[in-house]
């Protein structure tokens, strides 16, 4: 902060009476202005240096302080009600009707869980088939043009897939399939096309990490491409393809909108793909619009399970990442 | 009012009681406490929150009387009838919204009826099957009428279309169709839960969508939300209309509500008066409610 003011303050102060057209042909000027104190600063005080340091320290800490005063709210609005209905009834029963009493999540456990897995295995074995051709087979030039367009896959908001999932999907899977069309089904592919760019990003930085001597080895004992690829970068790389996955399974399971458009958000215990299925996430959006009391606790309380579930998805990642050392 | 001499007390249970994931509503609602107050009367300002079912009329209504009342401030905001209730009651805003009846504990508000609303089972335009009575709309919603065979339809297997519990739309329909009426002896019945497998949505409007794209689905929505691509369903024989809503032949009709804790304080009071002239009136009955007489 100071070092920028420093660099970009007296230029700027001098600019704002004169008007836009003369600034901008005194530009060229403002920048010659700008690298002296630059040169400058390589010699700042270390009291600047301390500043900047805890300074950032500071932040550092706030965000984590963040997800410790998230928990601390979920748990305190949630724990009263669990302690009274009882964990064990709370997450084993399948009755939810939160303004007749009745708490039980199974159903949203076991279709957070579903919808998951199958997203996982869909989006998982696209997202590992692209990174592998991106990382051993595709030319350069290709690699160029298709890894940002990937990565724009990311920046689609979740709620185009879901406006996508009902114009175009439900009613696919409704006429094909038959059913309702809002389904586990569409809620899986459509989170699975939601984790590539994820599972991508991670497996491609895996592969790319695995030393080239690995490669260079088994292709000069005269195993083909192919045989490399599986024997030798697959195995190498193995931690970072699962902490992709992992990271891919954290995002499909708290995917909300995308969900609550296509799921059907019914509270059955979805036993065919083609049955419509309500995800914890689904259930706290779905419902919080007019929850109070006892059903809001609850719909905390279904944040308690989805914040256990995630920490052991993002704490199982980091062993898997950790193995690799 | 004049139960507002400790606003506070009122202030960390309904903040409590809002959806905490909702920080902007918060945040009205902390400025609705902050700025015109419960007990700065001079203000003009006053604040209408809960169903959003009624919200679109009331704006609708606030937009118009600011019109001709410049010196008074109408604000309105959603949240849910159950929060409305609350907000009133705990004096964070002036005017509550709700589109279900009062429960026994909340007779301590004063309730203004400020129009009348059918809700309307609805079919896809394609569905053949004009209507049912009320025992075979319990029976379907809960899930033992599976097929539209069964109610002289196609050979299509029904797709249930609720909404999400806690809705005043579900609530009343709860109470007007899943509710079986008293037996004989007066006794009285529990509402029947629905299906299982009911698709649950969170607004009259994406009900309407999946109804309007799905030639199996059934649903159930506001009067006024009706439009060409869904049939409302003929309930008992009656055909929802205006007419047959406002005569009370339709069956499952439920009013919105505006709430006052006590008595009306002069600027609600000036407004109450407003929404139930006759131009406030014609304004609600041209966007489908039913207004009151």
Redesign the interface.
Known sequence: MMRASKRSGPPAELKTASPLAESKTASPLAESKTASPLAESKTASPLAEKLVEKGLLLVAFSSVAMLFVIAFFIFREGVPLVARVGVWKFISSVDWSPSKGRFGVLPMIVGSLEVTILAVLFGGALGLACSMFLAEFAPKWSVRILKPLIELLAGIPSVVYGFIGVVVLVPWIRSVFGGPGFSVLASAIILGIMILPTVIAISLDAFNAVPSLYKEGSLALGATRWQTLYRVMVPAARSGLIAGLILGMGRAVGETMAVIMVAGNALTMPTSLLQPVRTLTSNIALEMGYASGDHQAALFATGMVLFVIIAILNTMALLAVRKRR | MRACSEPSAGWGRAI??M????PAFLLCLALAIALPGCRRKSAHSITLAGS?SVQPFAELLAEEYMKHHRDLEVNVQ??????GI?AVSSCICNIGMSSRALTEKEQNLTQTVLAHDAIVLIANARNPVAGMNLDQARLVFSGRIRNWQELGGPDL?I?VVTR?????TR?SFEEAVMTPRPGPDGRKFEPV?FA???????SNGAVR??VA??E??IGYISFGLVDERVRALVLNGVQPSVKTIRSGKYPVVRNFLLLTLGAADSCSAQFLKYALSRPAQGLLAGEGLIPVE
Not at chain 2, 19 to 22: D, E, F, H, N, S
Not at chain 2, 164 to 168: I, K, M, V, Y
């Open positions: 409590g009681v959806p905490a994931v909702r959003t959603g949240g849910g009838s159950s929060a609350k297997d797709t999400e519990d806690g809705s005043g609530a839960p299982r497998d009911a698709l649950v949505q969170d969508e999946i794209g799905d199996a689905a």
